[in-house]
């Protein structure tokens, strides 16, 4: 029996019959890989953790305990933020809709959520204040009081960036969540 993933027989990314596969609609997925943009950044942060691990060992050898458990915590900060960084995106699941970012997460249930579109504006470039022209997969709720929230996914963040067809392929699996669960 030919290992499938592993093989060039097809592309890696082929879509299935199913739109919508899932073992467990109970456990939170995330409808896309992480892009090379935020795997690279996650390892660099752990590289980054791993020197002040070797530092701490260091300093717990030759100076004091105190300075080395400041660089064990600092360690266990960057290891932490790595993680989370490999966290972040959009989750679709069950019970709803989820945002994650670096500090914040946001739940919207799928009785709240209005539609989900994409849709042509001005985008972060990797998350920084330079706005590029590109597209956004944008939330539209029932209740027009949390209005404003920043985009679930744009052509131009770590995930996508470079990867058109991928953000295409992510951006329908989520819309195609959205219409499912919308009807229930």
């Keep these: 029996m030919p290992l499938s993933f592993l093989t060039a027989d097809r592309t890696f990314d082929a879509a299935d019959d199913e739109a919508l596969p899932f073992d467990n609609r109970e456990r939170w997925r995330r ?5 090379p943009w935020r795997v690279g950044a996650a390892a660099l942060l752990l590289l980054l953790a791993s020197f002040v691990l070797l530092a701490g060992v260091v300093t717990a050898l030759t100076a004091t305990l105190s300075s080395a458990g400041f660089c064990f915590v600092l360690a266990l ?3 932490a933020g790595a993680l989370r960084l490999l966290r972040m995106g959009v989750w679709v699941g069950a019970r709803g809709l989820r945002h994650v970012s670096l500090l914040v997460t946001r739940t919207t249930p799928w ?3 209005a539609g989900v579109r994409t849709v042509q504006q001005p ?3 990797l998350g920084l204040p330079r706005t590029v022209q590109g597209q956004a997969l944008v939330l539209s709720r029932k209740s027009r009081a949390q209005q404003g929230l920043p985009p679930l996914l744009t052509t131009h963040n770590a995930d996508f960036l ?3 067809e991928a953000f295409n392929r992510a951006a ?3 819309e195609a969540w959205a219409a499912e669960n919308r009807k229930r």
């Design 162 to 164: 470079g990867r058109a």
């Design 111 to 113: 009785a709240q959520v």
């Design 31 to 35: 409808p896309y890989r992480p892009g």
């Design 172 to 174: 329908d699996a989520v």
């Design 77 to 79: 900060v960057v290891i």
């Design 123 to 125: 985008v972060r470039w």
